[in-house]
């Protein structure tokens, strides 16, 4: 097995957690832990998720104090403009300086039925506006039960790539729905396993060379106690975490994964 050469991501979907004056002070708090902690900025790529209305706090404070964190949404609308009440267009996030954006995530696929035709349109929209797509795909329990901890991922991550340019700039979130604020991870062998699978799928619809640079995350109750584990794994590039991602020291520890013992 080679070195891994992609750059770990960290990503923190706040989901609608923190006011835009919140969301100020977290990030500047979990920069100056990282500070404090002299983390050598650039080993591992950190990217917030803050909900829309803090975007532009947040955006104003990373260039004004060049604090070194990527800006993702979570979520975009598939039409750039337009009679569309209550969405947001991915030129605008663009706009923003948001790097990425989520697409897909299990919340929004049980409440807004978002299908897996949906996220496709969602991700050529993100790539057309520049926007590197956070593809979420992941089996509820009853999925796992009835066909195990792959089938339903491979199946929305075929639908979603469909159509997409060979170069195009993607990362995958392997997030089983029963390890989603449950406090119940999935194993690093399992999280392993399907994240492999997935890569065979980039490379089967996009390419042996998007397969190589494409970054897969684990997401479902990622603590600091458990992302070492994961990060070990050959496969897990990363980690979409939601409710650590909230606590300053929980996801600057979760950040400084190589620090662990055995990474
Ligand atoms: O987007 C993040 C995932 O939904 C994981 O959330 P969680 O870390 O609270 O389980």
Redesign the pocket.
Known sequence: MGVKTRTPLIAG?W?MNLDHLQAVAFVQKLHWTLKDAKHEDGSVEVAVFPPFTDIRSVQTLIDADKIPFALGAQDLSAHDSGAYTGEVSGAFLAKLDAKYV?IG???RREYHSESDEVVAAKTKAALKHGLSPVI?VGETAEDLEKFGASAVPVGQLEVALQGLPKDADIVV?Y?PVW????GQAATPQQAQDVCATLRTVVAKVLGDDAAARTRILY????KAANIASFMREPDVDGA??????LVVDEFAAIIRFEKHVGV
Do not use: D, P
């Not at 390890?179 to 449950?182: N, P, R, T, Y």
């Open positions: 979907n989901k989520i995530h299990s919340e979420c979130a997030e390890a989603i604020g449950s997401g479902g109750s990622v979409l975490v939601g409710g650590a991602s």
